[in-house]
Structure formats: C-alpha cells, structure tokens
C-alpha cells in the first residue's frame, strides 16, 4: 500500500520542529503497518480552518493521479479543523479510493461528530454547489501575482524574495537526476552514486527510491507551478529543459504499466481500530498460503508477531469484519437506537453550524476591516522606509479575513439546510440495505460507527460512534472492565463469547 503524509502547523506556538515530529510519528506510523510513503505534503505556519493551503491543494489534485492509496496525517485537525471541509474533501478523496488515517487517533475521534461528518459527506455534492465559486481569494490571489506563499519546497529550489529559484547546493542533483533517469539509467543506480558522493536529502536523511519519484513528474521544474486547478508562471525558475522533461516522462509510464499484476490489494477494513484484549497492541494484516496453494488472511497481534510476548491467537479477515458488520447492523441501527442516534447527530450539526458561529465570524470579519482601515491610514503619516512592514502586516491581515469569508460563506450554506430527525433516521436506515459482501458497504459502517475492538480469544468488545465515546485506550479498557483497583484481575468473565453475539 503507497500513501503520503500531509503535516501542517500554524503560526501560533507552533514551530518547524512540530513539522519534524509529525513527520517521525507519520513514518512510525507506516513502518507499522509496513505502508510505502511515496510522498510529503506540508504547509507551514498556514491554518487548518481554511482549505486555501498550497500543498494541500497540491496533494488533493495529485489524487487523481492514483500514485497513493491513503494520506497520513498526525492527528485529524492537520487535515482539516472545519467539519465541511474535513467532509468535503474526504468525499473528493474516496472517489479516487484514497482514505484518510491519522497516526495518533488510531481508534477514531469518538463521539457523534463522526456521525455528522459522514451525513455531510453524504450531502458534499449538494453543499458544493456554491461553494467553489466563492473560494478564490487570500493566497490564491498572492500566487496569482507570480509570488510564492508558502507550503514545501521542492528539491533544486530555495526561496528568494518571494520567487523559487535554483540551490547552489541542491538544483545539480535534481538535474543530475532527470538528466539520468531520462537516458535509461535506473533509479537504484542513480540513488547509489549519489549516496557514495554524500548526498543526502533535504532534512539530512538517507536517500531511498521513492526520495525522487514525485520530483520526476513535477512541472515546477519546467518554470510552471501548478496551484489547485490553476499553472501560474514566472514562480518557479524552470530547473530542466522541456526535452529532458519529456523523456523522463515517457519512462515513468512505461514503468508505471507494468507492475505486478497479480499482486491483488487487500484491504483490512480494521486497520488502526482492531487491538489485541491481552496486551493492547495493534492487529495488524498478516497473510499465508495453505497447503492448496490458496492465500488466508488474518488480523495478528503485532507484540506477538515481533517478539512473540503475547499468545493471542490470529483472527480470520473476513469472518472478523464480517461479525462487526453484522452485529452492528442488528444491534446498534435498530429502530429504537436509530432514533436516538439521530436526535444526537441533529443536536451537533445544530451545534456545529449555529447562527452564533454566522454572527462571531461577521464579527472577527468587521474587526479585521477595522485594523486594515488604521493601517491605510497609518501609512499616510508613515515615512515610506517604514511602508514595507506595513504592507506586509496588511498583505496578513487580508489572508485571516479571505479565511474568515470562506468559513462564513460555510456557515451560510450550512445554515441554510436543516437536517430533521426523521431525515437522519433514513439515513442510518440505509446502512441497513445494503449488500454485507460488498467491500465498499463494508467499509462505510466500519468508518462511521466502529471507535475501536478489543480482541480476545472468546470474545469480542466493540466501542461505537454513537454517544460521546472518548478514543478508548487499552488502559481505559481495563479500568472500565475492572473497575475496583484491589481486585486482582479482571471482570472480563462477565463477558460472553463472542460467538453468541454479546458485547
């Protein structure tokens, strides 16, 4: 499975080192799943309540490319801490079969909110209608006028007033790289002499495979930035001639069709959710051949797979996520708890996009006006050495308002429709009619209401998105189970098997 990490952080207490232990906990995160990272995605000192971010904009147009399968991120609000957009933009990203995962929320965010962000996936369409006509400001505008804002530089370049243009240090590799590539030489080569002349990547790493993949299909080096759904030139200073550019890319998809066909993906729809009830470690896929020749595939307790200290026994693929999917079905969505469920999720969308947020956000939209004003003002008085700092505090000062507007242009919508018990109830109801072997089915309830599974060898505990259930820790688990610490052991004997279908 390939995926790529997105790290962000914000202005505010955040610093460069927050991006460096994203990224660590990310690469964790795929070393334990044994997932390929093919790719980084960052945006520095840029707010997640905005959408209008270089390298996310960059990475949602890479989706269609179908060189990942999932994006990591650190935890949830890096990818997005506006619920619509978060909605939005996931629902864009399954349409090309690419999830999003957080390293550090493996059980999921835990209460019903789950639940309106999965209804608002349901409806993106509809609430997209207006939306993306009014998204076109704040930093879409600053690159607009031929100026960098921001986000991951590429390998070859750095940053000089507002323009990207050659490194001393690192624009010869990259050319050395296409100049290679482009003649017939293959990767591992390349990447071996250039480690045996010290070369490194840009935060000092060892260079791998995948450290150039991207870079190769990257029409920044010809002098063109792609930015969302637009090329703006004169950014970049063009690093390699069109020719050479050319050349590269005939190889890479002559390359890219001939994988290993008959390597079929299979997808763990547990994955991150599913722990070991002895030792509170991950499930993680495992797979083997019978003596037929035919593949089985189970969820391993991954203690028990590195250093056997734990003697859970596997549990089998399907029949697990099949038992999951069953006894949600009978036990959470019938009528009685449907009902209520939706009562919840209509309290929270009435929560979540309120006429108070309209008002806050005209509020901090009239304020930034009022600030913007003194300044026009202050720079009439001003001696023109100090006009510089002015304009750039300005130039600040209109991105929090354009971020400001697309939040309330949000809201707007949002409050405009209005979602009523017995129409949530329909929509849970839909859960119930559809095929339980088609994967797709399978994988919408297992994201909406699983929070987490503890596995033991007679019984299954299943924790669900349903009432503001916190992320549930192996250790919370237990204190839950047993709940008088002078007891020795636990009260897991109350418990039945999970073959009679109690939790």
């Excluded at 929270?348 to 901090?364: A, N, R």
């Excluded at 919408?444 to 924790?463: A, P, Q």
């Amino acid at each position: 499975m390939n995926a790529v990490i997105y790290a962000r952080y914000s202005s505010h207490n955040q610093t460069e080192q927050s991006i460096e232990g994203q990224l660590h906990d990310c690469y964790e995160y795929a070393k334990r799943y044994d997932i390929n990272i093919v790719g980084e995605y960052i945006d520095r000192a840029l707010s997640g309540t905005t959408d209008d971010r270089p390298d996310f904009q960059r990475m949602i147009t890479d989706a269609s490319k179908k060189q990942f399968d999932r994006i990591i991120v650190w935890k949830l609000d890096r990818f997005a801490r506006n619920r619509y957009d978060s909605a939005f933009y996931k629902h864009k990203l399954k349409q090309h079969g690419i999830r999003v995962i957080s390293a550090m929320e493996n059980v999921g965010e835990g209460d019903e909110s789950i639940l309106l962000e999965a209804l608002l996936e349901a409806s993106a369409e509809y609430y997209s209608l207006d939306l993306r006509k009014k998204i076109k400001r704040g930093q879409r505008e600053t690159i607009a006028k031929g100026r960098w804002c921001g986000g991951n530089i590429p390998y070859g370049y750095k940053v000089n007033e507002g323009k990207l243009v050659a490194s001393e240090k690192t624009a010869p590799v990259i050319q050395y790289v296409f100049k290679q590539y482009a003649s017939g030489v293959s990767m591992k080569v390349i990447i071996d002499d250039l480690k045996e002349r010290g070369v490194r990547t840009t935060r000092g790493g060892e260079l791998t495979y995948n450290t150039f993949t991207r870079a190769l299909s990257n029409e920044t080096y010809l002098g063109k930035l792609l930015y969302g759904d637009m090329i703006v030139e004169g950014v970049a200073e063009p690093l390699i001639d069109k020719d050479t550019f050319d050349q590269v890319q005939i190889r890479l998809k002559a390359n890219a069709r001939t994988p290993a066909a008959n390597k079929a993906k299979v997808e763990y729809l547990l994955q991150g959710k599913a722990f070991c009830g002895h030792c509170g470690s991950h499930m993680v896929g495992e797979s083997g051949t019978g003596r037929h020749g035919d593949k089985h595939y189970y969820y391993a307790c991954a203690t028990k797979k590195k250093t056997h200290a734990c003697n859970k026994r596997n549990e089998k693929k399907e029949a697990l996520e099949q038992y999951v999917i069953e006894h949600t079905i009978k036990y959470v969505l019938e009528p009685a708890r449907t009902r209520e469920i939706a009562k919840a999720v209509v309290a929270e969308y009435e929560k979540e996009f309120s006429g108070k947020k309209i008002t806050e956000c005209e509020k901090q939209i009239k304020q930034l006006d009022y600030e913007l004003n003194k300044l026009v003002d202050a720079l009439i008085e001003a001696p023109k050495s100090a006009h510089k700092r002015i304009y750039e505090k300005m130039e600040i000062l209109e991105q929090q308002k354009a971020s400001l507007e697309n939040d309330l242009t949000k809201f707007r919508i949002a409050n405009d429709i209005r979602f009523t018990e017995d129409e949530v109830c329909a929509w849970l109801r839909s859960f119930c009619a559809g095929d339980l072997t088609n994967p797709e089915f399978q994988r919408n309830i297992i994201d909406t209401f699983i929070n987490s599974i503890y596995l033991y060898d007679d019984r299954v505990i299943i924790f669900y998105n349903i009432k503001n259930n916190k992320p549930v820790t192996f250790e919370s688990l237990n204190e839950a189970l047993n709940p008088n610490p002078e007891e020795k052991g636990s009260n897991l004997n109350a418990y039945a098997s999970a073959k009679k279908g109690r939790f």
